[in-house]
C-alpha cells in the first residue's frame, strides 16, 4: 500500500510545473554564481586576501570552490523558500482543490497517504540541494576546471581535490538534512491549514523570525538551538577542522524540528475533517 501511495505522490509532485522550476531556479543560482566567479576571478586570487602574505601556484577558483560558495548563499532563504513554497501544497493545496478528499475515499489508510507525503516532500527537498550542488560542479567544471578546494575560513586551508570533494559531499549531505526538515515543517503547516501559500509563508516567517531573535543579544543562550541556526550547519563542512560535536548536537537539534513536526502534523491530519 505505501508502495502505490508513494508512486501517486511522486507522479503529482513531479508533474507540476512549480516542482520543475524549482529546479530550474537553482540551477540559474549555480550559474550565476559560477559567472560571478569568472567575472570577479582576479579579486578571488589569494594573494589579494592574504595581503600579498602567501602565494599559492595554481587555480584558486574550481569547480569545488563554486560548489563551497554556492550552498551559503542557497540555504539561507532560497532553498527554503522553493522547498516552502512547493511542499506547502502537499495537502492544503490538495484541500484546496477537493482532491485529497477524492483520494480518502480509497482503500488507503490516513497514516500511508500521509507517510508517502512525508517521503516525498523530504525526497524533493534533499534533490533539490542535490541538483544545486551538481549544477555548481558540472558549471565550475566547464568554467574553471578541477583542482585544489580553498577555504579562507578561520585561516588559509588549502585541501586537495579529493579531500575537497568529500568536504563537499558532506556539506551537501547535511544540506538535504536541514532542508529534509524544512519540509517536514512546511508539511505541518500544510496539515493545519487550507491554503498553500498561508503554509508556505508561514514556514518562510518561522525562519526569519527565528533568524531575527538569534540576532538579539538577550536571546544568545538560545542562538544555538533556533531553526535559522541549525539550517546552516552544513557550511560547518567547510570549515578547517570539522568539530564533529557540536555537528552531532546540531543534527540532533533538527531531528527534534523534524520529528516534532511529523508528530504534530500527523495528529492533525488523522484527525482533521477532509469531507467538507
Not at 565550475?140 to 588559509?156: E, N, T, Y
Not at 557550511?235 to 555537528?247: G, H, K, M, N, S
Amino acid at each position: 500500500m505505501l508502495g502505490a501511495a508513494l508512486r501517486s505522490e511522486l507522479s503529482k509532485l513531479y508533474r507540476q510545473r512549480i516542482t520543475w522550476a524549482s529546479f530550474g531556479v537553482v540551477v540559474l543560482l549555480a550559474g550565476l554564481i559560477t559567472w560571478g566567479s569568472h567575472y570577479r576571478q582576479d579579486q578571488l586570487e589569494l594573494d589579494e586576501r592574504m595581503l600579498s602574505e602567501f602565494v599559492v601556484a595554481g587555480k584558486t577558483v574550481t569547480a569545488l570552490f563554486v560548489a563551497q560558495a554556492a550552498l551559503p548563499v542557497a540555504i539561507v532563504v532560497l532553498l527554503p523558500m522553493l522547498v516552502a513554497v512547493v511542499v506547502g501544497a502537499t495537502i492544503a493545496g490538495e484541500r484546496q482543490l477537493g482532491t485529497l478528499r477524492t483520494m480518502m475515499t480509497r482503500p488507503v489508510g490516513r497514516l500511508t497517504v500521509l507517510a508517502a507525503k512525508l517521503l516525498t516532500s523530504a525526497g524533493f527537498a534533499a534533490a533539490l540541494t542535490i541538483v544545486l550542488g551538481l549544477a555548481a560542479l558540472g558549471f565550475g567544471q566547464a568554467v574553471f576546471g578541477w583542482g585544489d578546494l580553498v577555504i579562507l575560513r578561520g585561516g588559509l586551508t588549502i585541501l586537495d581535490a579529493q579531500t575537497g570533494l568529500v568536504r563537499v559531499a558532506q556539506a551537501y549531505g547535511l544540506g538535504c538534512v536541514a532542508m529534509a526538515t524544512i519540509a517536514l515543517v512546511a508539511l505541518m503547516f500544510s496539515a493545519i491549514l487550507d491554503n498553500p501559500m498561508t503554509a508556505a509563508g508561514l514556514t518562510v516567517a518561522l525562519l526569519l523570525v527565528s533568524a531575527v531573535v538569534g540576532t538579539m543579544p538577550y536571546f544568545e543562550n538560545v542562538e544555538p538551538y533556533l531553526i535559522s541556526s541549525l539550517i546552516t550547519v552544513p557550511t560547518d563542512a567547510f570549515a578547517a577542522e570539522i568539530d564533529w560535536q557540536t555537528l552531532r548536537q546540531s543534527l540532533l537539534y533538527l531531528a527534534c524540528y523534524a520529528v516534532g513536526a511529523t508528530v504534530v502534523g500527523g495528529a492533525v491530519f488523522a484527525r482533521r475533517d477532509i469531507t467538507c
